[in-house]
């Protein structure tokens, strides 16, 4: 063994409170940090508080923003370390998955320096500013605009909505894509800012979707005062951070999806527990999912092979999000059908909660494949960038 | 890294690449069906690309076989599949696993070395109805002096019409025997089956056909591990057919102009190619991880055929028919190589088991 996977395991045996050494049972016991904090358990405290003093919440960041500093192949022994022990994540956050690495690549020395130990440490929770009710698969159709104050060049002024904004109502910050320049191309008029949630002007809405209550929420603005040092890269350059960011969001969706199907009854437990095994088509229809997400799962550790070995991720990369949200919806939808009318309940009575649970889940998964780049979208970038058909105009 | 091809498996897949187009053409194909070919193949081809290793890929180099395993195969008969060529690799993969998995000493030294050097052929006869079974057979063996006598009827039989030597699947009593049998037996009829796809298959008749108890290999263990091997390689195969045609529709779609502009910029095309992208990229990695679960003697080797075998029948089929529409009338006429394609895909998926069955067997392994 490593010396280095030695010294890991030992931490990780003098550090990870027993508690935390299983899957979480529900969302309710995930860890978001953020000022309003939760808490599922003091455990659960604990263990953020001992991973982010070693940087560990987010290993490959430099260690003067409070990372890790872990070499990537320290990092994947890390990781192995912690699945090894079934540990949980300390922490889900925005920050780490999404915000920080645009950090690391466009921001400033102050703005790394302000937010990045805060990520780590949880102490700050963010939110993602992007969609409008006007932009959505058409991103850059927004119309959220940031002018300078007139009386003061070091302040911006921000005026416009956002939709989809999950977890707004308990986020501190945002990150978001605002409109500053109106007379440059859609493209190149738009910028990167960062916000506190406590501004004035800022006023957050619950969305209710068809499964019920949501962490989405519709998000508005109304003359928030924004400082000038808050506006990352270049005013302008917030087009080519916003893909750089949807890149990390798309990797992340995909992989949810992998560990949900990893935690749910599997299929044909399902279907025997219903008796309808003796149906030989939805007998056909469970194997056919089982194929498929062995399948999607042999290509998900394929790609992550192909991007250690080259460096760079293979063009199976992009296939991710699409199937992977597409396979989900067909299973969510599978196991209504094998639950027959005890897969259409609402509330109780009449209901266990886990057939209850079973129906919000497909109706919720219907948004996977739209949220975070619709299937459409990402068909278009397939057969665009990977396989190199035009769009006929060149 | 299992999944990505290392430094040797690359430059054999350069090789066969480059061997295949030379040698083994799509146009190859196209000549030898037009000329009512008897053999079907190119013999010298199939010498030559014995002399490079491929007729024993998987059989170890003391028995003649160039001692690599199931991924090196995969890789090659990945290219071997992309022109549709005839060679008669996958009846020499089956002879030859079911005498290492099976043979005496003196049975490997009879014929291992003279398979692996492609001047002997030896094939698996063991279907006998309309599709794939693993159910006992109907062929029987009844126990004779010193021996057995063997009776009934099989049908696509790989290579069979020019086979030197067949591995005859039977019933002995309850349970499945297997057993060498010489193309020049006594009672045996071979009869040439003429498939869509041009690939040599025959139909063999057993009439009383004796055979020594030595003759014997094994039973249903060893059938399996033929078959599974066998719909693991063909997989591979399927998989190389599929990706060339592809490939072609690709080109085909960049380059074709219609209302002034290719057809590959109509979203309702684009959205169709990049679906078939997805199911492609999952069938690589699935006969991947099958090829490479053989070498590691893993027990999963049933339930990844399975996986990989239903993979193949639906995707290659997709593609094919994709293929042809996308292709418009000329994907229609015998003069494209698409129909070829098509017509391959249909006869793949019925070897060994179509999706349907692979499933079924897929969901039995597993418990349900």
């Known amino acids: ?394 | 890294m299992a999944f990505v091809l290392d430094d040797v498996e690359e430059a054999m897949r350069d090789t066969a690449r480059k061997w295949t187009r030379e040698h083994a053409p799509v146009m190859q194909l196209r000549a030898l069906r037009d000329a009512r070919d008897t053999v079907g193949f190119s013999r010298a081809g199939w010498r030559e690309l014995a002399r490079l290793g491929l007729a024993g890929v998987t059989v170890p180099e003391r028995w003649g076989g160039a001692g690599l395993g199931f991924a090196a195969l995969g890789v090659v008969v990945e290219e071997l599949g992309r022109t549709l060529a005839t060679l008669p690799w996958l009846s020499s993969l089956m002879g030859t696993e079911a005498l290492l998995g099976g043979a005496s000493e003196a049975q490997r030294q009879a014929h291992l070395a003279a398979v692996c050097a492609g001047v002997r052929l030896m094939t698996l006869a063991h279907d006998e109805g309309h599709r794939h079974s693993r159910a006992l057979p109907s062929t029987t063996a009844t126990r004779s002096a010193g021996g057995f006598v063997l009776r009934g009827t099989k049908v696509m039989v790989l290579d069979g019409h020019v086979a030197d030597a067949f591995v005859v699947s039977a019933r002995d009593g309850e349970v499945t025997a297997l057993f060498v049998v010489a193309a020049g037996a006594r009672g045996l009829g071979i009869e040439r089956s003429q498939v869509v796809d041009s690939r040599n298959a025959a139909r063999l008749t057993l009439d009383g056909v004796t055979v020594r108890e030595a003759d014997r290999l094994g039973g249903a263990e060893l059938l399996d591990r033929v078959l599974d091997r066998a719909t693991i390689a063909l997989s591979a195969e399927m998989l190389g057919s599929t990706v060339e045609l592809f490939e072609r529709t690709l080109l085909h779609l960049r380059t074709r102009r219609q209302f002034g502009v290719p057809i590959g910029s109509f979203q309702a095309l684009q959205h169709r190619a990049a679906q078939l992208f997805c199911e492609i990229e999952l069938l690589r990695s699935v006969v991947r991880e099958a090829l490479v679960a053989v070498d590691e003697g893993r027990s999963d080797v049933p339930r990844l055929a399975c996986a990989a075998k239903a993979r193949a029948s639906d995707t290659f089929a997709l593609c094919a028919a994709e293929a042809v529409q996308m292709h418009g009338g000329i994907g229609v006429t015998d003069e494209l190589d698409v129909g070829l394609f098509f017509k391959r895909a249909r006869v793949t998926a019925m070897l060994f088991g179509d999706a349907p069955y692979q499933r079924d067997r897929f969901a039995r392994l597993e418990g349900y």
């Open chain 1, 1 to 394: 063994m490593s010396d280095f996977r030695g010294e890991v395991r030992a931490w990780l045996e003098a550090n990870c409170p027993a508690s935390m050494r299983s899957p979480c049972r529900g969302e309710a016991e995930w860890v978001w940090g953020g000022r309003r904090a939760r808490f599922f358990s003091d455990d659960a405290r604990l263990w953020l508080e001992r991973m982010a003093a070693r940087g560990w919440t987010a290993p490959t960041w430099p260690r003067q923003y409070g990372g890790g500093g872990l070499a990537p192949d320290e990092a994947t022994i890390l990781d192995e370390e912690l699945r090894r022990i079934d540990a949980r994540a300390p922490l889900k956050s925005f920050g780490l998955w999404m915000l920080g690495p645009v950090l690391l690549e466009f921001g400033s020395e102050e703005q790394r320096a302000e937010h990045l130990p805060k990520i780590v440490r949880g102490e700050i929770r963010w939110c993602q500013g992007y969609s409008e009710t006007g932009a959505g698969s058409d991103l850059a159709a927004l119309e959220t605009r940031a002018v300078r104050d007139p009386s003061d060049d070091r302040t911006w002024i921000v005026d416009g909505h956002k939709i989809w904004t999950s977890h707004a109502d308990k986020a501190d910050w945002m990150f978001c894509l605002v409109r500053t320049d109106a007379s440059a191309t859609k493209h190149e008029g738009i910028s990167f800012l960062l916000f506190d949630m406590q501004s004035p002007g800022v006023s957050v809405v619950p969305i209710r979707l068809i499964s019920g209550a949501s962490p989405f929420c519709q998000t508005f603005f109304d003359g928030v005062r924004v400082p000038a040092a808050n506006l990352v890269g270049r005013p302008g350059q917030g087009w080519t951070i916003a893909k750089a960011l949807l890149k990390h969001e798309r990797a992340l969706i995909a992989q949810a999806r992998d560990t949900a199907t990893a935690e749910e009854e599997p299929l044909e437990a399902m279907a025997r527990r219903y008796d309808v095994l003796g149906d030989p088509l939805l007998r056909d229809r469970v194997t056919q999912a089982n194929l498929d997400s062995l399948c999607f799962t042999l290509t998900l550790r394929r790609s992550a092979e192909t991007a250690q070995s080259r460096g760079q991720p293979g063009p199976e990369s992009s296939m991710q999000k699409l199937y992977g949200t597409e396979l989900n919806k067909r299973r969510k939808e599978l196991r209504v059908a094998i639950a027959g009318y005890r897969g259409i309940g609402w509330e109780e009575p009449g209901f266990a909660p886990e057939e209850l649970q079973l129906v919000r889940d497909w109706l919720r998964s219907r948004a996977n494949s739209i949220e975070g780049g619709t299937s459409e979208i990402q068909l278009n970038i397939i057969a665009r960038r990977v396989l190199g058909l035009g769009d006929g105009r060149s």
